[in-house]
């Protein structure tokens, strides 16, 4: 059991009892403040603002030191999925604890006698609330039926929202009982918002490659959910505003303590936004700028970590992205592109066109004293995953990948296979011909030496053909000629 579930559970079990008395107090028609059943859901819902941004903070920062980490994206999605689940607890503790309240002020409101000049109570803007109030519940029950969101975020506040609105409406009716109503139903619908966001944020998927799908559908699960809550909040903040028998903040005890309540809850709601929004764009932006010039370069996918640095090796304007502390950083390349070897460091990225020789990725690694390079290639998205994800860029984190290449330079032993790339989807094996496509699975280390007239788009034919987890080393190329041409710097 986490730090911050035993310190909500060892404060939410006597509160919810403490909240039970005040809701007995209510029902006896017992005056009490207004602000007195608000204070422990308000401080509970602080507490957890506050722990989340404490959290996402700590995450941004890790983050910064990590740009150059290939595993970035599972950082950034596993830490963020932590950081929410106080803010979880705190927003589900504050209508459990209010509805207790909400219970003991209805049933005191209907113990109250009507007012001497008015026998009649004043039921008619009460009903008026109500009919402009429980549409917020239809909205999140048609949200579950047109399955715009799962069940687990729309069905906990479309249940929990008429549990609320009920005595909370009734509450309004009553002279003694109107402040304490509104005011409570307003926080359990602020919390009840909150913890069904923090849930789905801080639910683990079973595969964190399925993370970016959950993420999507909970962008999809906003729309019902605010606007059902946000309809039944303005619903109850007009209610309270209309109806008869003074002032609305009457019985409040201090509006000025509302206020403050109100404000130290959005206080650290807004830094953890705040941070939020750089963590995405910090661990997003990137893979999402590459998944965009992946699909124009017409690049296959690839696996794996995802380099803080990358060459988009194009022919007309080949520049550098970077993973910066702000998001991707961009910078024209200093040069020409075939004198690139010497400013490479080891593990950097290189998108390279699948029509570009291999000739020229020789030439560009002459000089190279790195050991390792990788290339880089995005899954193709549509059009809609890309409006999503430019909304939480942490939808792209695991959208792109890379494949290692080892540098024949270093090497003790030879792999156990040796192949060499042939132009036209061909390669040869131990002096035999065969098409790459007709090729079994390889599931050894190989080192691979390329023909000086095969392309890019052949290399990533046979890389198509080998299996992952086994490294490949590039050897020598081989010139038309027979002879050698050298791979990074000479041995």
């Known amino acids: 059991m986490s730090l911050p579930l035993i310190a909500f559970l060892s404060l939410a079990v006597p509160g919810l009892l403490l909240q039970c008395l005040l809701g007995a107090v209510l029902a006896w028609k017992r005056p009490i403040p207004a602000v007195m059943p608000l204070l422990l859901p308000g401080l509970l ?187 039944s909040a303005a619903a109850v903040l007009i209610g309270w505003m209309s109806v008869q028998g003074g002032s609305p903040l009457k019985g409040l005890g201090s509006p000025a303590g509302a206020t403050l309540l109100a404000l130290l809850i959005g206080l650290p709601l807004a830094a953890f936004g705040a941070r939020q929004i750089q963590v995405g764009r910090l661990a997003g932006s990137y893979p999402l700028t590459l998944t965009v010039l992946s699909a124009e370069m017409g690049l296959p996918e690839q696996g794996g970590g995802l380099p803080g640095r990358t060459l988009v090796a194009s022919k007309y304007i080949p520049r550098w992205l970077v993973r910066g502390p702000e998001g991707v950083e961009a910078s024209k390349l200093e040069g020409e592109l075939l004198d690139l070897g010497p400013s490479l460091r080891r593990g950097d990225g290189l998108m390279l066109p699948p029509d570009m020789g291999m000739e020229d990725v020789y030439l560009m690694l002459s000089g190279a004293d790195v050991g390792e390079i990788a290339l880089v290639g995005c899954w193709r998205m549509p059009r809609e995953w890309l409006i999503r994800a430019s909304r939480d860029p942490l939808i792209a984190t695991l959208s792109c990948g890379s494949r290692p290449l080892h540098l024949r330079r270093g090497l003790s032993a030879p792999p156990q296979q040796t192949i060499i790339l042939l132009k036209n989807g061909e390669v040869d094996i131990d002096v035999e011909i065969r098409k790459t496509a007709d090729l079994p699975m390889i599931t050894v280390p190989i080192l691979l030496r390329a023909q000086a007239d095969a392309t890019v788009a052949d290399l990533y034919a046979l890389l198509a053909r080998h299996r992952p987890d086994q490294p490949v080393y590039l050897g020598y190329g081989v010139q038309l000629d027979g002879s050698d041409l050298p791979v990074g710097v000479e041995p």
């Open 45 to 231: 819902l602080f507490a957890g603002a506050a722990a989340s941004a404490w959290q996402m903070d700590q995450l941004y920062r890790l983050c910064q030191q990590s740009l150059d980490d290939p595993s970035l994206a599972v950082i950034a999605l596993e830490g963020r999925q932590v950081a929410w689940l106080p803010l979880a607890l705190g927003g589900w503790t504050a209508p459990l604890l209010l509805l207790p309240t909400l219970i003991g002020a209805a049933i005191g409101a209907l113990r109250a006698r009507p007012p001497e000049d008015n026998r009649r109570r004043p039921w008619m803007p009460a009903l008026v609330t109500a009919l402009a109030a429980f549409p917020g519940p239809v909205v999140l029950g048609m949200g579950l039926i047109a399955q715009q969101a799962p069940l687990w975020i729309l069905g906990p506040p479309a249940l929990l929202l008429p549990v609320l609105l009920l005595p909370g409406l009734i509450a309004l009716s009553g002279g003694a009982t109107r402040a304490i109503g509104a005011s409570g139903l307003m926080l359990a619908l602020l919390g009840a918002l909150i913890g069904a966001w923090g849930v789905g944020m801080s639910l683990p998927a079973t595969d964190l490659e399925a993370m970016p799908d959950q993420l999507s559908s909970l962008q999809q699960s906003f729309g019902p959910l605010s606007l059902g809550i946000a309809a």
